[in-house]
């Protein structure tokens, strides 16, 4: 395993710590990188495993220091997040939340968290699972946004929010999402999953289970397209946290749909129960919810001021209550922390060292653009810590994982992210072959 490691200092004094190495590896002394962008420069070899450290002054807004961006695709479950630590003048603020999390979407990297894995009674936030199938099945073409859906008797006798169906009538299926979504419409829930049950609820909820565990979400357990109570039905701020990742990541198209402030239907104009979106302009989704037996939840995402933010709070006492813990969650992620881009997308990061193939060695970096999130203002040591396994066999196809980089600030691991091939590199051909065979090289 051949490992980079790159320790950061935020003082205005510059020191240059000795290069060591371990297992037997002899250190070799290499000269300091002035340039934060070169934080990798020039590598030696000696034998599998080796060190090199420098350190540097930076700024306290943490320019490019760390490189480092989460590669996932949608299938995949989204890895565990280390949490990061903020000064102790900006902790936790007191909530009356039973769970919480507040995760920083550019960087993925959890911010605060309470009782993450506890299971608690979704609520109607059970029907952000609902929507995202809706929203999958019309990406798919099974099911289209102006499709007329016959009203089941079973869907206009439901108890609870509802945008007033009536039983035969037939709504498109854009008007039941919008009241769903926005309302928390059972009735429109109903629908929707009837559709797509084919006439069967049971048969949806089986497909509502099956997304969670492709998702990740261990702890959940859906019982109805809903939310209305029912013994059994449980979720957890983790999972919850998951699923709001994948519709946006999903179906970025539908999105929008989560920051309706009212809705009309029949002559009956209802308020969106987010009541965030009234009060900030860059919360932008996505859902609220209640029973009297699990409180008061609601998920929240703020996109603004070059920060996008996801809060969930689950178990609070009121509608009030839910609103001003997670204000109060949203604030201390935004006053708290930065976030900058530290790296553009298919910028080389490294030359990994390729094994038969038609080239040496191969561009590594990122695919998307990378962020990090930091402490605000606190300039104290980070170190960056590259591991891949070098030589890499060919073929190296564009997108495959090569390593994963580690950022750890003050003790803590605060992320793991995983870096890529930039290119394509294949097998040496014969002639290739035969050439290195007469010429070593």
Same mark, same amino acid.
């Given at each position: 395993?051949?490992?980079?490691?790159?320790?950061?200092?935020?003082?205005?004094?510059?020191?240059?710590?000795?290069?060591?190495?371990?297992?037997?590896?002899?250190?070799?002394?290499?000269?300091?990188?002035?340039?934060?962008?070169?934080?990798?420069?020039?590598?030696?070899?000696?034998?599998?495993?080796?060190?090199?450290?420098?350190?540097?002054?930076?700024?306290?807004?943490?320019?490019?220091?760390?490189?480092?961006?989460?590669?996932?695709?949608?299938?995949?479950?989204?890895?565990?997040?280390?949490?990061?630590?903020?000064?102790?003048?900006?902790?936790?603020?007191?909530?009356?939340?039973?769970?919480?999390?507040?995760?920083?979407?550019?960087?993925?990297?959890?911010?605060?968290?309470?009782?993450?894995?506890?299971?608690?009674?979704?609520?109607?936030?059970?029907?952000?699972?609902?929507?995202?199938?809706?929203?999958?099945?019309?990406?798919?073409?099974?099911?289209?946004?102006?499709?007329?859906?016959?009203?089941?008797?079973?869907?206009?006798?439901?108890?609870?929010?509802?945008?007033?169906?009536?039983?035969?009538?037939?709504?498109?299926?854009?008007?039941?999402?919008?009241?769903?979504?926005?309302?928390?419409?059972?009735?429109?829930?109903?629908? !929707?999953?009837?559709? &797509? =049950?084919?006439? @069967?609820? %049971?048969?949806?909820?089986?497909?509502?289970? $099956?997304?969670?565990? +492709?998702?990740?979400?261990?702890?959940?357990?859906?019982?109805?397209?809903?939310?209305?109570?029912?013994?059994?039905?449980?979720?957890?701020?983790?999972?919850?946290?998951?699923?709001?990742?994948?519709?946006?990541?999903?179906?970025?198209?539908?999105?929008?749909?989560?920051?309706?402030?009212?809705?009309?239907?029949?002559?009956?104009?209802?308020?969106?129960?987010?009541?965030?979106?009234?009060?900030?302009?860059?919360?932008?989704?996505?859902?609220?919810?209640?029973?009297?037996?699990?409180?008061?939840?609601?998920?929240?995402?703020?996109?603004?001021?070059?920060?996008?933010? !996801?809060?969930?709070? &689950? =178990?609070?006492? @009121?509608? %009030?209550?839910?609103?001003?813990?997670?204000? $109060?969650?949203?604030? +201390?992620?935004?006053?708290?922390?930065?976030?900058?881009?530290?790296?553009?997308?298919?910028?080389?990061?490294?030359?990994?060292?390729?094994?038969?193939?038609?080239?040496?060695?191969?561009?590594?970096?990122?695919?998307?653009?990378?962020?990090?999130?930091?402490?605000?203002?606190?300039?104290?040591?980070?170190?960056?810590?590259?591991?891949?396994?070098?030589?890499?066999?060919?073929?190296?196809?564009?997108?495959?994982?090569?390593?994963?980089?580690?950022?750890?600030?003050?003790?803590?691991?605060?992320?793991?992210?995983?870096?890529?091939?930039?290119?394509?590199?294949?097998?040496?051909?014969?002639?290739?072959?035969?050439?290195?065979?007469?010429?070593?090289?």
């Amino acid at each position: 395993m051949f490992i980079i490691q790159c320790g950061i200092i935020g003082l205005l004094k510059s020191q240059n710590p000795k290069p060591y190495a371990q297992d037997g590896a002899k250190a070799r002394k290499i000269r300091p990188i002035r340039h934060p962008k070169r934080i990798i420069g020039r590598l030696k070899h000696s034998h599998n495993l080796e060190y090199f450290m420098t350190a540097h002054k930076i700024l306290p807004v943490l320019l490019p220091i760390i490189l480092g961006v989460s590669h996932a695709t949608a299938a995949s479950p989204a890895p565990n997040r280390p949490t990061v630590h903020a000064a102790p003048t900006l902790q936790t603020p007191e909530t009356l939340t039973a769970a919480h999390i507040v995760i920083d979407l550019q960087s993925r990297q959890t911010l605060s968290a309470k009782n993450t894995n506890t299971p608690v009674e979704p609520a109607a936030l059970t029907q952000l699972m609902t929507a995202y199938l809706v929203f999958k099945n019309m990406k798919s073409g099974n099911i289209q946004s102006e499709e007329n859906l016959k009203i089941p008797e079973s869907a206009w006798a439901s108890e609870g929010s509802r945008m007033f169906v009536r039983p035969g009538d037939t709504v498109s299926t854009d008007k039941l999402l919008k009241g769903m979504i926005a309302l928390c419409a059972n009735d429109a829930a109903l629908t !929707l999953a009837d559709r &797509l =049950g084919n006439g @069967s609820i %049971e048969n949806f909820v089986q497909q509502m289970n $099956k997304e969670a565990r +492709r998702l990740g979400m261990k702890n959940t357990v859906f019982k109805n397209p809903t939310g209305l109570g029912r013994e059994g039905q449980v979720s957890t701020a983790k999972d919850l946290a998951l699923l709001s990742e994948a519709l946006m990541r999903d179906f970025p198209e539908y999105y929008p749909l989560f920051s309706i402030k009212s809705f009309k239907f029949e002559n009956i104009e209802q308020n969106n129960r987010n009541i965030l979106l009234y009060r900030d302009n860059n919360v932008n989704g996505l859902k609220a919810g209640h029973t009297e037996s699990g409180g008061y939840n609601l998920a929240v995402s703020y996109s603004g001021n070059g920060r996008h933010i !996801l809060v969930i709070t &689950l =178990g609070s006492e @009121s509608a %009030e209550t839910r609103a001003s813990d997670n204000s $109060k969650l949203l604030n +201390r992620a935004l006053q708290a922390f930065d976030t900058p881009k530290i790296y553009p997308k298919g910028k080389t990061v490294a030359q990994i060292q390729i094994s038969g193939g038609s080239k040496k060695t191969v561009r590594a970096g990122f695919l998307k653009e990378a962020y990090i999130t930091l402490p605000h203002k606190e300039a104290k040591m980070a170190e960056q810590i590259l591991e891949t396994i070098q030589p890499i066999p060919a073929p190296v196809k564009k997108g495959q994982i090569l390593g994963k980089i580690k950022i750890r600030q003050n003790g803590h691991t605060i992320a793991e992210k995983e870096i890529v091939a930039l290119e394509n590199v294949e097998k040496r051909s014969r002639w290739q072959r035969l050439w290195t065979r007469l010429t070593g090289q």
